[in-house]
């Protein structure tokens, strides 16, 4: 929760309570919009369960062509295709719970995945990062713990996604520093990358023991997620094949993702890029139900266009927001929880930015996106995360979140007293009606400044990117970290050393 600073009180007025917010727990106000007709719907969900059982999904890894043949798919082990039968699907609909616990390390922080429920996530998986600062560069360690700091520190952000990718630590042992950087640095839910089974289970030991549980109470609830990415179109690769069966034995969640952009890996068509997004997304969520029957899982979409001119992604578009509005109608028709996303593809937090950015975080709030990623901070389609970015993006994800809020209209909210106390002509600034509430009624911006021009200038002219910067310094000067088990925080070291005198983990790929 950002601390808001008082207002100085004007004489006479009575003390003024702190304005209180609860950003944590948010449901979605909005009602859903719809881009297609219910039938069209149906018709997309139809076509998708005819694409899985007539033309198939490619599975590069065997065991999982194995789970899919024992529950009835029909397998060609030369081709490695699998077609998944209609009832194959229906089955795992049925057990995928519709709502489930995410457990934090700060039970303030839990969250429940389900419909109507708003999680915000930053961007994620970038390769690079960027401040006005020390510019451009390749992730490194110490920009994904500083990313982390700066997500504990905002409430409106709810689980911890992998920022940037710390390319200065080894591939065989970057689990063990977001790891570390995750329990070190944030009470929030964390994510564990899906590279192999070795990485992810290892993982999971250093998380169960951080938390200090049995392996029977973390296989009870969902304490991590994973992110599973389909290869479009119509191929599950095998370490997110492994993911999945990794996830779903352990009882933790997987968030399904097709990146689906149209005219590339999909049609070109808004309704044609769903449809193949919603198959592939029913195929890895049979593939998790058939491992373990009830595991926690989260379907998801990530579809927009491409440029046509030069092929590159492009996010926030029109099309980009009619495809969330699919997503949230296909989610809806089989009742599971949903991930969206928004995303710019501007190379730097101008103007294009922000305007896809919140263009496309509109279109996921508009399509009941339990789940929105890359909601802050996220520039030139994933390729980097901007620390300025991500604090002007959060100032819009404050505001819907005060949209959230209810708002009251009882009796001393329409404020008959105060229309009695000013006279016509008059002004309301000390009317005792405003006097009782003025440092608390209003939100209190993060980045914006309100000031008028000729205060603004006296101030330096600082733009509001320039003031981002301010901002994220004094959040990591500044910051404390959650509170820790010391012994357990000595033990998860201790781990780590040894694994990675014994020679780390390599990834599967």
């Known amino acids: 929760m950002t601390d808001l600073p008082r207002r100085r009180r004007g004489r006479g007025a009575p003390p003024q309570k702190a304005r209180t917010t609860n950003y944590r727990t948010l449901r979605n106000p909005f009602p859903p919009m719809n881009v297609f007709s219910d039938d069209r719907i149906a018709a997309m969900h139809e076509a998708a369960l005819d694409v899985l059982e007539r033309l198939g999904i490619k599975v590069l890894q065997p065991e999982a062509r194995a789970q899919f043949k024992a529950g009835g798919a029909r397998v060609d082990e030369s081709l490695e295709m699998v077609h998944i039968g209609r009832e194959m699907v229906e089955a795992a609909l049925n057990t995928a719970p519709k709502s489930f616990p995410l457990i934090a390390g700060n039970p303030d922080r839990n969250l429940v995945m389900e419909l109507g429920s708003m999680i915000f996530q930053p961007g994620a998986g970038c390769p690079h990062a960027t401040d006005l600062e020390r510019g451009r560069r390749p992730g490194t360690e110490q920009d994904f713990r500083e990313l982390i700091t700066l997500t504990q520190h905002y409430d409106v952000l709810h689980m911890i996604p992998p920022l940037v990718e710390p390319q200065d630590v080894p591939i065989h042992l970057r689990h063990y520093a977001m790891t570390t950087g995750q329990m070190e640095l944030t009470d929030k839910l964390p994510f564990i990358f899906s590279r192999g089974t070795g990485q992810v289970e290892e993982s999971f030991e250093m998380l169960r023991d951080f938390r200090g549980l049995s392996d029977a109470a973390f296989a009870a609830n969902s304490h991590c997620y994973t992110i599973i990415n389909t290869n479009s179109p119509r191929q599950l690769d095998i370490p997110m094949a492994l993911g999945i069966m990794d996830f779903a034995r352990h009882g933790q969640m997987a968030i399904i993702t097709p990146f689906t952009l149209m005219g590339a890996m999909a049609p070109i068509t808004v309704a044609g890029a769903m449809t193949l997004s919603h198959a592939e997304a029913l195929a890895a969520i049979t593939l998790g139900q058939l491992v373990n029957p009830g595991a926690p899982v989260c379907y998801g979409t990530f579809t927009s266009n491409v440029d046509m001119k030069s092929g590159a992604p492009v996010f926030g578009t029109p099309e980009h927001f009619k495809a969330s509005l699919a997503a949230g109608q296909l989610a809806r028709h089989i009742g599971l929880p949903w991930r969206c996303a928004s995303g710019s593809a501007a190379n730097l937090g101008d103007v294009q930015a922000a305007n896809e950015t919140q263009f496309g975080t509109w279109g996921c709030l508009l399509a009941g996106a339990t789940v929105t990623l890359h909601a802050a901070g996220w520039l030139e389609g994933g390729l980097t995360i901007s620390y300025e970015k991500l604090v002007t993006d959060v100032e819009v994800l404050q505001m819907v979140a ?35 509430r003025y440092a608390t009624e209003f939100y209190e911006p993060v980045v914006a400044d309100f000031a008028n021009f000729g205060t603004w200038e006296e101030r330096g002219s600082v733009d509001a990117t320039t003031r981002a910067t301010d901002i994220w310094k004094g959040i990591l000067r500044d910051f404390t970290p959650p509170a820790a088990n010391g012994d357990r925080m000595e033990a998860l070291h201790k781990y780590i050393a040894d694994r990675t005198a014994a020679g780390g983990c390599a990834p599967t790929s």
């Open 402 to 436: 005060e949209l959230c809020a209810a708002t009251p209209a009882d009796e001393a909210e329409i404020a008959m007293d105060a229309l009695e106390e000013v006279q016509p002509g008059g002004h309301f600034f000390g009317a005792s009606h405003t006097m009782e």
